[in-house]
């Protein structure tokens, strides 16, 4: 069974940049689709981002245009470019993957 495993998060200001990437270990990424939710103190889990094999992807519309999510088939990694962000993003971030989850990562945006 796939395992997954998220890094990249950290403590950044409003308006600066962060990468997050989810790498699959165990087995390979399947066919099915690779999302990252997020989960801030008191509230529900939020997908964020989801990509499929082909590459399509879709967003929630909270951060279209500020974020981007990729998948390299090859190397088992999907990533998460985070660029203009948001106090509001803070929050821990997790990566699915036909129902399994990672740990989480957090990301903390504050001045």
């Known amino acids: 069974q796939v395992q997954l495993v998220e890094s990249g998060g950290g403590l950044v200001r409003p308006g600066e940049s962060l990468t997050l990437s989810c790498a699959a270990t165990?087995?390979?990424?399947?066919?099915?689709?690779v999302h990252w939710y997020r989960q801030a103190p008191g509230e529900g889990r939020e997908m964020v981002a989801r990509?499929?094999?082909?590459?399509?992807?879709s967003y929630a519309d909270s951060v279209k245009g500020r974020f981007t999510i990729s998948r390299d088939n090859a190397k088992n990694t999907v990533t998460l470019q985070m660029d203009s962000l948001r106090v509001e993003d803070t929050a821990l971030y997790y990566c699915?993957?036909?129902?399994?989850w990672g740990q989480g990562t957090q990301v903390t945006v504050a001045s």
């Open positions: 165990g087995s390979p990424f399947s066919g099915a689709a």
């Open positions: 699915y993957h036909d129902g399994a």
């Open positions: 990509v499929v094999p082909n590459g399509w992807t």
